[in-house]
């Protein structure tokens, strides 16, 4: 179901969702927000239905300039509010992983536990941060502001060398849908990616250390995208995390690992119940 909620656009993957737990999916950048279907499949394996919603400036949300990472988690709270659903699973795949952990930071009550794959971390401006990316161009020149973003997005092209081998057959296999979606979110402009870009290398909005749910980190050890220095750096500051490395993945394939991620936090999750010590 697609719809509109506090000016956002909504997918769900069930007409009603009211009372249910949710994977409150965070999409990449860029993406539209479309609900893919290996991520329908691994939530329904686990019997959640899946709520995906567009961050400002990509397909039917309207743009928000300046928006920041926890803006875009205070706007998801009367989506969920909507929608009734009774708790959240969020999780977030490169860029919506420090969406998904802004939702855990700004509605603690209601996110039970968090997993993000391929996650950047909060921007220092420092020569890790940017080290092993392939094409660190665009938040190059979005560390430097908004025009510079702008300026390069006019030339932008895609390297192929950001992706191994691994994430050519990803794309080409179970998670074709993904490529086909950030092809959409192309045609539409270039806006919610410069937005995205801007957002992740300025202050978040948030302390990692607020996030007290319990996160998974999953990260391929191959990633030229976002490398795993970045899972590193948000392990060290979340205060409940668990980084998960992949040596064989990259920055798509390790998306094959969603279900297992799913499987193991809900365990954790049912554990805290009983025990609110308990770790993965």
Request: charge should be negative.
């Amino acid at each position: 179901m697609r719809t509109t909620i506090a000016g956002l656009d909504v997918h769900t993957s069930h007409d009603d969702i009211a009372g249910r737990e949710v994977v409150l999916w965070h999409h990449g950048s860029p993406q539209t927000g479309a609900i893919l279907e290996p991520v329908r499949l691994a939530a329904e394996a686990h019997g959640l239905a899946v709520v995906s919603v567009a961050r400002p400036a990509y397909a039917g949300s309207p743009r928000v300039p300046g928006r920041r990472v926890v803006d875009v988690a205070r706007g998801l709270r009367p989506v969920l509010e909507g929608l009734g659903v009774a708790s959240v699973i969020s999780v977030g795949a490169s860029g919506g992983g420090p969406h998904a952990l802004a939702c855990a930071a700004v509605m603690p009550q209601l996110v039970r536990a968090v997993v993000t794959l391929a996650s950047p971390a909060p921007f220092v401006d420092e020569p890790w941060w940017f080290a092993g990316m392939q094409a660190p161009g665009g938040l190059r020149a979005a560390a430097v502001g908004e025009d510079d973003r702008r300026r390069f997005a006019a030339t932008d092209e895609f390297d192929p060398a950001q992706f191994v081998d691994a994430d050519y057959a990803a794309l080409q296999g179970e998670w074709a849908s993904l490529g086909a979606d950030a092809g959409a979110a192309d045609a539409d402009g270039p806006d919610g990616l410069i937005d995205d870009d801007l957002a992740f290398t300025r202050p978040w909005g948030f302390a990692p250390a607020e996030v007290a749910a319990s996160v998974l980190l999953v990260q391929g050890e191959r990633d030229r995208v976002i490398p795993p220095a970045h899972a590193r750096a948000l392990a060290a500051v979340l205060p409940r995390a668990t980084l998960e490395l992949h040596p064989d993945d990259g920055h798509v394939s390790v998306l094959r690992h969603l279900g297992a991620a799913l499987a193991r936090v809900i365990g954790l999750a049912r554990l805290h119940s009983a025990d609110d010590s308990a770790t993965f």
